[in-house]
């Protein structure tokens, strides 16, 4: 299984942020969670948000009204748009396949099994004028 | 801040054990499975870990993982030079609905 980051390594401040991860391997309709991962320069891993199969997504809160994940099947790949950029937002951006799983325990509820098994080499985004 | 606290660095010599802890809370860690990731600089990570304490197939069993609790620990014995990374937990938040990370940890081998 092969993942593989594309799009624009430059953007200009207050632009939207456009990548695209195209899958190989693998079908992007099997039962996995597909996301986006950043690091800052010099920086730690920052989780942007996933999106299932059916559409379904889940993104950081601390970034969600500007983030957009979108499911392309016809050409197996899932696709990341990040609105109103600053230079805050430069970073070596990762795409991941994740296996999501979970179940509930009568006395704590809800839990999950959630891990990254397969990453895409990155693709650096500098935001600049 | 991360959700999940790591300590920023830690140094052991070649041959020798080191281990790597990972705090967070009953809505993270404390409800859900662990994993760990190895990052060299300016590559992608690698999964070492899942669910607390279950390798990948082609990781060594040098590398372990536990969870008690609210924390988690990673574990690397036989220190190797090439074992020279950063290293990073992870896991779901319930609270927050979405994946966290750890900040980090820069293991040196000296």
């Known amino acids: 299984v092969l993942l593989q980051e594309s799009g624009p390594g430059l953007v200009k401040p207050s632009g939207t942020l456009s990548l695209t991860c195209a899958v190989s391997g693998a079908s992007i309709t099997s039962d996995n969670w597909w996301s986006w991962v950043r690091q800052p320069p010099g920086m730690g891993l920052e989780w942007i948000g996933e999106i299932y199969r059916s559409g379904v997504t889940n993104h950081n809160p601390s970034l969600k009204s500007r983030v957009t994940i979108s499911i392309d099947k016809s050409n197996n790949q899932f696709s990341l748009r990040l609105s109103s950029v600053t230079a805050a937002d430069t970073a070596l951006y990762f795409c991941a396949r994740v296996c999501f799983e979970g179940g509930h325990r009568p006395t704590s509820g809800y839990f999950y099994s959630y891990y990254m098994d397969v990453w895409g080499k990155g693709t650096t985004v500098t935001v600049s004028s | 801040q991360s959700m999940l606290t790591q300590p920023p660095s830690v140094s052991a010599a070649p041959g020798q054990k080191v281990t790597i802890s990972c705090s967070g809370s009953?809505?993270?860690?404390?409800?859900?499975?662990v994993s760990w990731y190895q990052q060299f600089p300016g590559t992608a990570p690698k999964l070492l870990i899942y669910?607390?304490?279950n390798r990948p197939s082609g990781i060594p069993d040098r590398f372990s993982g536990s969870k008690s609790g609210t924390s988690a620990t990673l574990g690397i014995t036989g220190l190797q030079a090439g074992d020279e990374a950063d290293y990073y937990c992870a896991t779901w938040d319930n609270s927050l609905s979405a994946g966290v990370f750890g900040g980090g940890t820069k293991l040196t081998v000296l």
């Open positions: 009953s809505s993270n860690i404390g409800n859900n499975y």
């Open positions: 669910d607390n304490d």
